[in-house]
């Protein structure tokens, strides 16, 4: 039977909807999203797609190329490192340390920072710019510079450059939650709510934090792409996740080593990032476009 | 009009390579001091021994014949205790920002240059650290009796009983002459320290400047004795790593380098403008045990775990076929070398059984120390520590890899608070004393050579009978037992005796390898 | 005018203060004797100096410590490197300057081409050109810095032999020092080829150079395509054409300045990243920056280098990004505060 509707009356699309449907008409940022799924179940599934342990060292075959060169061989379809790591194997669990540290450093990050900018958005006065002040100078000294100081404190490792690469996360948070309060407690149905005689908890809870969610995901994703920027690049300068790890930037340390006989050592696990980060990206991009565009017509 | 300028200005800036004159050399790390008496260390020799200083005799590096140096000639007395050399005259010390020589080389630079390590009271002997891990290893402080200076140019040294290898050890990066004069300036101006890290020698270029890690400038020396061809500058660019240091050779940013990785010697070869030499090495890279440690004090632990790795596949992976499987602790060039001694082969499950025999329980945790530079010997340590963590899992026996910066890593060794390290040994003279006496004498454990900690008073016995005799027939027979003697106890496991590599550009010539040790770069030319 | 002045020198010192204090409780937070942190003196060599004044700091409270520190600070004595023995303040002064080349000819660089192709790509919104120049930057910054760079060395460096892949400048030259900035010190230095050292000099930075600009360009553009539309299509530009002005002349009299002063403060918050991806860049050049210099110091336990490293780039990030705050704010009062940057 025909699908045709009886009346006359238009369909309104909900917010979510309509941000979905700028999002489709975008096909690259669909593609990245495709892309985005990809890593999110190569991290959650590794065990079962990775082909060979990551760390398994096979002597008798080192250096092998990928399978596209002439002499590659189908068994390792990107070829094996210097010690006979297979490299696809490794890869794959190289996405689950990096994306997936990643994700939960920003899953952490957002909470804390939605945390802190809620106690500053919806505070005045003195709290409110000690909050702010703080963070500020945070955010001023370089990423790199904070994880140097922790990792000289506590010592070198993936662990201890998560806490550098947090703390440097929070602040946007901080700063995109309390504006965004600031601007929302200006609206009429705050208003309308604190009329009604809602608390302060009330308020954020039941009227401000339910309009956040797309907010949070577009912050959500710019932080996701420069946390797997920052876990690498530590990983990648030795202050991060140590050799046998198989952290990408760790990895493609090790591929220095032998960049010039085996290209692909360092040339597999930097694409690998390359194209996580793209991805990552083009939905916040995708993300962000759709957003605007919704809220200009 | 615009893009022409623009194109002749690329063009410049591509192509044009109008360095000053000089010869830059990619080395592998900072040396601690400028003096080789004090570390054994190549680095550090490399730095110092054959640029800012002479010995008295040299090697031939072909035909490792004793060749005069600073020394003219010398005499042997018949009982071989006595020995007389004549000094070469009207040599120039260098002339440096600190120092102003107002002579000549003489007899008082030979007598200062030795008495500084042979004699705890010398005014100089607690500078720098007090330590000559070389001299101390050697023995050669209790050895010489006393050092007489006969004229200006004559200079005797007795020792209390014939030693054979002694002129060896005098031909040796460690034996280098410094300046007394110099020496007596610091004491007046209350400076001594400076006398290891501004130093003067007589060598063929002159200490410029020096930064850490970064590079070691030296200029020519003017005066120099040998007629031979100097550069204007010689620049040591510090570059640990080692795929860095290749890379600068293909850009010419580095006219040598030093220890290129063994991975990347076809590609060397690939290359048209570079030269790759090579030369069977005097030397060893081994896996050593500390055996003042429980359980690793006991033979048969340290066989099984010898046992339970596969060194075929580990000379493979490491040194790219680049050496050959090591029996000894010398290699097979050395006329010490004995082929008939029996060699431990690969065997996990006779290892496995073997360590439950001896009381080693599954799961047993040991470090396995890998030194985080690259030598010949070993040219990646950490490597092969992995490989050997692997191995060692399948015996049942968790290893944890250390690791420490370079100069940490051979200070806390020195302490002896590790289960076992992967390092090795490269020879500074032909003679085979040197390797047997300085890695596993009881003595050597104080200097900081012995890395196994084991003192074996049999053994000492054994390496100083052979010394007493000039005979090689004679010698090859105390050093075969004491073959067989570390063959039975194993307080190290040999790994391998690696050639040793050298690369340079084409433009660069007469840049020969030193089979005796460091680098030289006097005679060196850029066309 | 007065005021703001007195405020911002006020918020300055107050960071310098907080700064400065870190900088003290990290000897004590670092592994290790505090004073062997803050002096980079080992305690073997400081009981031999028998350095009184040094020994009733180290006994007092730690308020005390923490003035005896501070005036040291001020009289230049930041201690010793414990891996080189060198006066911190020495090798601090030596490594900045080049840090802070390398980053200006990055950051001027990416204004050079970033600007106008923001324009460019505002103007053209919603068409081809926009749409490639987008894409392209999306790659610029989705790119890590480290991995770029090794791919320009290996393409440029090892392949075609065009650049260098280390340092500053060919060691055979010898640059007299005087202010630490490397072509400058060429042009007056006179005992050097001087066309042959500025040619070396050149053919070093420009790898490095394109590794850090290629990040900040594709920022720029965006940030700039950004608020040029806002510009565009803000009520005043509505009304310049209702006034009958020709596109360029709306562009050229409104569109340019308005557009670019909320710009200033957008970029100079992306100042630390621009940092963060030097440090990582000098490591991969052997560039003999602070970054460089930093990592080193973790490689090797130094310690009390790290501390003054760390003192020595906040407090030129601080004094930095502050002052560009406040030019802000003079040039225009009705700002209050720098607004984030969407890209």
């Given at each position: 039977?025909?699908?045709?509707?009886?009346?006359?009356?238009?369909?309104?699309?909900?917010?979510?909807?309509?941000?979905?449907?700028?999002?489709?008409?975008?096909?690259?940022?669909?593609?990245?999203?495709?892309?985005?799924?990809?890593?999110?179940?190569?991290?959650?599934?590794?065990?079962?797609?990775?082909?060979?342990?990551?760390?398994?060292?096979?002597?008798?075959?080192?250096?092998?190329?990928?399978?596209?060169?002439?002499?590659?061989?189908?068994?390792?379809?990107?070829?094996?490192?210097?010690?006979?790591?297979?490299?696809?194997?490794?890869?794959?669990?190289?996405?689950?340390?990096?994306?997936?540290?990643?994700?939960?450093?920003?899953?952490?990050?957002?909470?804390?920072?939605?945390?802190?900018?809620?106690?500053?958005?919806?505070?005045?006065?003195?709290?409110?710019?000690?909050?702010?002040?703080?963070?500020?100078?945070?955010?001023?000294?370089?990423?790199l510079l904070i994880a140097i100081i922790i990792i000289a404190i506590l010592g070198t490792?993936?662990?201890?450059?998560?806490?550098?690469?947090?703390?440097?996360?929070?602040?946007?948070?901080?700063?995109?939650?309390?504006?965004?309060?600031?601007?929302?407690?200006?609206?009429?149905?705050?208003?309308?709510?604190?009329?009604?005689?809602?608390?302060?908890?009330?308020?954020?809870?039941?009227?401000?934090?339910?309009?956040?969610?797309?907010?949070?995901?577009?912050?959500?994703?710019?932080?996701?792409?420069?946390?797997?920027?920052?876990?690498?690049?530590?990983?990648?300068?030795?202050l991060?996740?140590?050799?046998?790890?198989?952290?990408?930037?760790?990895?493609?340390?090790?591929?220095?080593?032998?960049?010039?006989?085996?290209?692909?050592?360092?040339?597999?696990?930097?694409?690998?990032?390359?194209?996580?980060?793209?991805?990552?990206?083009?939905?916040?991009?995708?993300?962000?476009?759709?957003?605007?565009?919704?809220?200009?017509? | 009009?615009?893009?022409?300028?623009?194109?002749?200005?690329?063009?410049?800036?591509?192509?044009?390579?109008?360095?000053?004159?000089?010869?830059?050399?990619?080395?592998?790390g900072s040396p601690a001091n400028f003096?080789?008496?004090l570390d054994?260390?190549?680095?550090t020799?490399?730095?110092?021994?054959?640029?800012?200083?002479?010995?008295?005799?040299?090697?031939?590096?072909?035909?490792?014949?004793?060749?005069?140096?600073?020394?003219?000639?010398?005499?042997?007395?018949?009982?071989?205790?006595?020995?007389?050399?004549?000094?070469?005259?009207?040599?120039?010390?260098?002339?440096?920002?600190?120092?102003?020589?107002?002579?000549?080389?003489?007899?008082?630079?030979?007598?200062?240059?030795?008495?500084?390590?042979?004699?705890?009271?010398?005014?100089?002997?607690q500078i720098s650290g007090?330590?000559?891990?070389?001299?101390?290893?050697?023995?050669?402080?209790?050895?010489?009796?006393?050092?007489?200076?006969?004229?200006?140019?004559?200079?005797?040294?007795?020792?209390?009983?014939?030693?054979?290898?002694?002129?060896?050890?005098?031909?040796?990066?460690?034996?280098?002459?410094?300046?007394?004069?110099?020496?007596?300036?610091?004491?007046?101006?209350n400076q001594k320290e400076l006398?290891d890290h501004k130093?003067?020698?007589?060598?063929?270029?002159?200490?410029?400047s020096f930064r850490q890690d970064r590079y070691i400038?030296?200029?020519?020396?003017?005066?120099?004795?040998?007629?031979?061809?100097?550069?204007?500058?010689?620049?040591?660019?510090i570059?640990p790593?080692?795929?860095?240091?290749?890379?600068?050779?293909?850009?010419?940013?580095?006219?040598?380098?030093?220890?290129?990785?063994?991975?990347?010697?076809?590609?060397?070869?690939?290359?048209?403008?570079?030269?790759?030499?090579?030369?069977?090495?005097?030397?060893?890279?081994?896996?050593?045990?500390?055996?003042?440690?429980?359980?690793?004090?006991?033979?048969?632990?340290?066989?099984?775990?010898?046992?339970?790795?596969?060194?075929?596949?580990?000379?493979?992976?490491?040194?790219?076929?680049?050496?050959?499987?090591?029996?000894?602790?010398?290699?097979?060039?050395?006329?010490?070398?004995?082929?008939?001694?029996?060699?431990?082969?690969?065997?996990?499950?006779?290892?496995?059984?073997?360590?439950?025999?001896?009381?080693?329980?599954?799961?047993?945790?040991?470090?396995?120390?890998?030194?985080p530079?690259?030598?010949?010997?070993?040219?990646?340590?950490?490597?092969?520590?992995?490989?050997?963590?692997?191995?060692?899992?399948?015996?049942?026996?968790?290893?944890?890899?250390?690791?420490y910066e370079w100069s940490t890593f051979r200070e806390r060794?020195?302490?002896?608070?590790?289960?076992?390290?992967?390092?090795?040994?490269?020879?500074?003279?032909?003679?085979?004393?040197?390797?047997?006496?300085?890695?596993?004498?009881?003595?050597?454990?104080?200097?900081?050579?012995?890395?196994?900690?084991?003192?074996?008073?049999?053994?000492?016995?054994?390496?100083?009978?052979?010394?007493?005799?000039?005979?090689?027939?004679?010698?090859?027979?105390?050093?075969?037992?004491?073959?067989?003697?570390?063959?039975?106890?194993?307080?190290?496991?040999?790994?391998?005796?690696?050639?040793?590599?050298?690369?340079?550009?084409?433009?660069?010539?007469?840049?020969?390898?030193?089979?005796?040790?460091?680098?030289?770069?006097?005679?060196?030319?850029?066309? | 005018?007065?005021?703001?002045?007195?405020?911002?020198?006020?918020?300055?010192?107050?960071?310098l203060?907080?700064l400065s204090l870190l900088s003290f409780i990290l000897a004590y937070l670092f592994p290790g004797q505090a004073i062997e942190n803050l002096t980079g003196l080992r305690l073997l060599e400081l009981t031999e100096r028998q350095n009184s004044e040094l020994k009733y700091a180290v006994d007092a409270n730690i308020l005390v410590q923490y003035w005896h520190y501070m005036g040291e600070l001020f009289a230049g004595n930041w201690g010793v490197s414990f891996s080189s023995g060198l006066p911190l303040i020495e090798d601090v002064s030596h490594y900045l300057p080049a840090s802070?080349?390398?980053?200006?000819?990055?950051?001027?660089?990416?204004?050079?081409?970033?600007?106008?192709?923001?324009?460019?790509?505002?103007?053209?919104?919603?068409?081809?050109?926009?749409?490639?120049?987008?894409?392209?930057?999306?790659?610029?910054?989705?790119?890590?810095?480290?991995?770029?760079?090794?791919?320009?060395?290996?393409?440029?460096?090892?392949?075609?032999?065009?650049?260098?892949?280390?340092?500053?400048?060919?060691?055979?030259?010898?640059?007299?020092r005087?202010?630490g900035?490397?072509?400058?010190?060429?042009?007056?230095?006179?005992?050097?080829?001087?066309?042959?050292?500025?040619?070396?000099?050149?053919?070093?930075?420009?790898?490095?150079?394109?590794?850090?600009?290629?990040?900040?360009?594709?920022?720029?553009?965006?940030?700039?395509?950004?608020?040029?539309?806002?510009?565009?299509?803000?009520?005043?530009?509505?009304?310049?054409?209702?006034?009958?002005?020709?596109?360029?002349?709306?562009?050229?009299?409104?569109?340019?300045?308005?557009?670019?002063?909320?710009?200033?403060?957008?970029?100079?918050?992306?100042?630390?990243?621009?940092?963060?991806?030097?440090m990582?860049?000098e490591s991969?050049?052997?560039?003999p920056g602070i970054g460089n210099w930093l990592i080193q110091a973790i490689y090797q336990q130094d310690y009390p280098a790290i501390r003054a490293g760390m003192l020595a780039v906040s407090v030129l990030?601080?004094?930095?990004?502050?002052?560009?705050?406040?030019?802000?704010?003079?040039?225009?009062?009705?700002?209050?505060?720098?607004?984030?940057?969407?890209?």
């Amino acid at each position: 039977m025909p699908q045709s509707s009886l009346y006359q009356e238009e369909h309104y699309p909900s917010p979510l909807q309509y941000t979905w449907m700028e999002f489709k008409k975008n096909h690259i940022a669909v593609a990245g999203l495709f892309c985005f799924a990809f890593f999110l179940i190569i991290t959650i599934f590794c065990p079962l797609l990775a082909p060979f342990d990551p760390n398994m060292q096979q002597i008798g075959d080192l250096l092998i190329p990928p399978s596209w060169y002439p002499n590659g061989g189908i068994s390792h379809l990107f070829g094996t490192d210097a010690l006979g790591r297979d490299l696809l194997s490794r890869i794959i669990y190289g996405c689950r340390t990096t994306f997936g540290i990643s994700l939960l450093l920003v899953v952490v990050a957002m909470f804390l920072g939605v945390g802190l900018g809620a106690l500053a958005g919806m505070s005045k006065g003195f709290r409110s710019s000690f909050i702010n002040h703080t963070l500020d100078s945070i955010q001023a000294i370089p990423t790199l510079l904070i994880a140097i100081i922790i990792i000289a404190i506590l010592g070198t490792g993936l662990v201890n450059s998560m806490w550098a690469i947090a703390l440097a996360l929070i602040p946007q948070f901080v700063h995109q939650t309390r504006d965004f309060i600031r601007h929302e407690l200006s609206k009429e149905y705050i208003m309308a709510a604190k009329l009604d005689g809602a608390s302060k908890t009330h308020i954020f809870m039941h009227s401000i934090l339910p309009n956040m969610g797309e907010m949070l995901v577009v912050q959500g994703t710019l932080a996701l792409s420069v946390s797997i920027l920052d876990i690498s690049a530590l990983g990648f300068l030795k202050l991060g996740a140590q050799a046998p790890s198989s952290e990408l930037g760790a990895m493609l340390l090790e591929g220095i080593e032998v960049a010039y006989i085996a290209p692909w050592t360092i040339a597999v696990p930097g694409g690998a990032l390359f194209i996580m980060i793209i991805s990552i990206n083009l939905v916040g991009d995708g993300l962000r476009s759709a957003l605007r565009n919704r809220l200009l017509h | 009009m615009l893009s022409s300028i623009c194109l002749c200005a690329c063009d410049g800036l591509l192509l044009s390579k109008t360095d000053p004159n000089g010869i830059v050399y990619c080395s592998e790390g900072s040396p601690a001091n400028f003096n080789p008496q004090l570390d054994t260390s190549g680095t550090t020799v490399d730095a110092s021994s054959h640029q800012i200083y002479d010995r008295l005799i040299d090697f031939d590096p072909v035909t490792g014949d004793f060749v005069p140096a600073l020394a003219t000639s010398w005499l042997i007395s018949d009982d071989g205790k006595t020995y007389t050399f004549q000094l070469r005259r009207k040599v120039s010390f260098h002339d440096t920002q600190t120092f102003t020589p107002t002579r000549y080389f003489n007899a008082d630079d030979v007598l200062f240059s030795i008495d500084r390590w042979r004699l705890m009271t010398h005014p100089f002997h607690q500078i720098s650290g007090g330590r000559y891990p070389y001299t101390d290893s050697l023995k050669l402080a209790d050895l010489i009796t006393k050092v007489t200076r006969l004229n200006g140019y004559r200079v005797e040294i007795t020792l209390n009983k014939p030693e054979s290898s002694f002129l060896a050890n005098l031909a040796t990066d460690f034996a280098v002459i410094l300046s007394a004069e110099y020496a007596d300036k610091l004491i007046s101006r209350n400076q001594k320290e400076l006398i290891d890290h501004k130093p003067v020698g007589t060598g063929p270029y002159q200490l410029a400047s020096f930064r850490q890690d970064r590079y070691i400038r030296y200029t020519k020396h003017p005066k120099y004795w040998r007629n031979i061809q100097l550069t204007d500058k010689l620049i040591f660019d510090i570059t640990p790593s080692s795929s860095l240091r290749l890379a600068k050779l293909i850009t010419a940013e580095c006219d040598a380098i030093a220890l290129p990785a063994h991975s990347e010697l076809e590609v060397i070869k690939q290359q048209d403008a570079l030269v790759l030499d090579e030369k069977p090495g005097l030397n060893i890279g081994f896996w050593a045990f500390n055996t003042s440690k429980a359980p690793f004090n006991n033979p048969e632990v340290r066989r099984a775990l010898g046992m339970a790795i596969d060194k075929n596949a580990l000379i493979e992976a490491i040194y790219f076929n680049s050496a050959i499987l090591a029996k000894n602790i010398v290699p097979p060039t050395s006329w010490a070398f004995q082929s008939d001694v029996k060699a431990l082969s690969y065997n996990p499950i006779a290892a496995k059984k073997l360590l439950r025999e001896q009381g080693i329980p599954e799961n047993f945790s040991m470090t396995v120390w890998a030194m985080p530079v690259q030598r010949a010997y070993n040219p990646n340590a950490t490597k092969m520590a992995e490989l050997i963590q692997a191995y060692l899992q399948e015996v049942g026996i968790q290893v944890n890899i250390i690791s420490y910066e370079w100069s940490t890593f051979r200070e806390r060794l020195t302490q002896g608070i590790h289960d076992s390290v992967l390092i090795g040994w490269s020879a500074d003279n032909g003679d085979p004393d040197n390797f047997y006496r300085p890695l596993l004498s009881c003595a050597a454990i104080e200097s900081g050579t012995n890395r196994a900690m084991w003192c074996s008073q049999e053994y000492d016995l054994l390496i100083n009978k052979a010394l007493q005799y000039t005979d090689i027939s004679e010698r090859t027979y105390f050093y075969g037992q004491a073959n067989e003697l570390l063959a039975e106890q194993l307080p190290l496991i040999p790994i391998a005796h690696a050639s040793r590599y050298q690369a340079h550009r084409k433009e660069l010539q007469g840049l020969v390898i030193n089979p005796y040790g460091g680098v030289r770069f006097g005679g060196v030319k850029k066309l | 005018m007065t005021k703001v002045l007195l405020r911002y020198t006020n918020l300055v010192l107050a960071t310098l203060f907080v700064l400065s204090l870190l900088s003290f409780i990290l000897a004590y937070l670092f592994p290790g004797q505090a004073i062997e942190n803050l002096t980079g003196l080992r305690l073997l060599e400081l009981t031999e100096r028998q350095n009184s004044e040094l020994k009733y700091a180290v006994d007092a409270n730690i308020l005390v410590q923490y003035w005896h520190y501070m005036g040291e600070l001020f009289a230049g004595n930041w201690g010793v490197s414990f891996s080189s023995g060198l006066p911190l303040i020495e090798d601090v002064s030596h490594y900045l300057p080049a840090s802070i080349e390398l980053s200006a000819y990055a950051l001027f660089l990416s204004f050079f081409i970033g600007l106008p192709l923001g324009f460019l790509a505002a103007l053209r919104h919603h068409k081809f050109t926009d749409y490639s120049l987008l894409s392209v930057s999306l790659l610029g910054y989705s790119i890590p810095v480290f991995w770029l760079a090794l791919i320009l060395i290996l393409f440029f460096s090892l392949q075609l032999g065009w650049f260098p892949l280390s340092g500053r400048i060919s060691l055979l030259f010898e640059i007299p020092r005087a202010t630490g900035f490397i072509l400058i010190d060429i042009l007056l230095s006179d005992s050097i080829d001087k066309s042959a050292a500025l040619t070396s000099a050149l053919r070093h930075l420009i790898l490095p150079t394109l590794s850090i600009a290629v990040v900040t360009t594709t920022l720029i553009i965006r940030i700039t395509r950004r608020s040029v539309i806002k510009t565009l299509n803000s009520e005043f530009i509505l009304a310049a054409y209702a006034r009958g002005l020709t596109p360029r002349q709306v562009l050229m009299r409104h569109g340019v300045r308005n557009a670019l002063i909320p710009i200033l403060p957008l970029l100079a918050m992306q100042f630390p990243t621009l940092l963060t991806n030097a440090m990582i860049v000098e490591s991969i050049f052997s560039w003999p920056g602070i970054g460089n210099w930093l990592i080193q110091a973790i490689y090797q336990q130094d310690y009390p280098a790290i501390r003054a490293g760390m003192l020595a780039v906040s407090v030129l990030v601080v004094i930095f990004t502050m002052s560009i705050d406040l030019t802000i704010r003079l040039t225009d009062p009705r700002r209050r505060r720098a607004e984030r940057a969407t890209i």
